[in-house]
């Protein structure tokens, strides 16, 4: 990646932004139920994700080295552009879950850049989490109709949602602290 950031950046943003997410989730359950539920089929909240995503991808393919590739790299930032283009004309279906899944497959990348070269062992607690990402971004891309089944499953029982809400929180809150602490 052209721009690295340091783990302990990378640790502290990222925890940061799960507990806001996590907590905030948690202590507005009733009205984020009904949102997490339509969420897959979001029309407007997918063009969104998806214009994020294709930007960041178009932005990637066209600052990093390319190699022997370089010559080509026109041709690629117009294939990124397309993509997203296309994906939204012609595969809207579920294609908030979609986008949510390529930006997901995008985030991996910073994560695992930051833990790149990295000696101690604590940054694989980073790394396991980033290959979690891929491997949900790559299903949310490939079969976007099993989140809409494990949002309905995470939510069907207050508790059983209100507890993932909650370890989601504390996972935030030890990556906060290994950003600050250990990294």
Not at 162 to 175: E, Q, R, Y
Request: charged content about 10%.
């Amino acid at each position: 990646m052209i721009t690295s950031f340091p783990l302990a950046q990378v640790a502290v943003w990222l925890g940061f932004g799960l507990f806001l997410i996590h907590a905030y989730l948690f202590y507005h359950f009733e009205k984020a139920g009904p949102w997490a539920r339509a969420f897959p089929r979001a029309d407007r909240l997918g063009g969104f994700l998806l214009v994020l995503a294709t930007a960041w991808a178009a932005w990637l393919v066209g600052t990093m080295n390319l190699m022997e590739y370089t010559r080509f790299r026109p041709l690629f930032v117009l294939a990124a552009l397309g993509l997203g283009v296309t994906s939204w004309l012609y595969v809207r279906e579920f294609i908030a879950v979609r986008a949510l899944g390529v930006l997901l497959l995008l985030g991996a990348n910073v994560l695992l850049d930051a833990c790149f070269l990295r000696e101690d062992t604590l940054r694989l607690i980073v790394v396991a989490y980033a290959y979690g990402l891929i491997v949900a971004g790559m299903i949310m891309v490939g079969a976007p109709y099993l989140l809409r089944d494990a949002l309905g499953w995470a939510l069907a029982n207050p508790f059983r949602g209100k507890l993932l809400l909650f370890l989601g929180l504390v996972f935030g809150l030890v990556l906060l602290g290994l950003g600050v602490f250990a990294y």
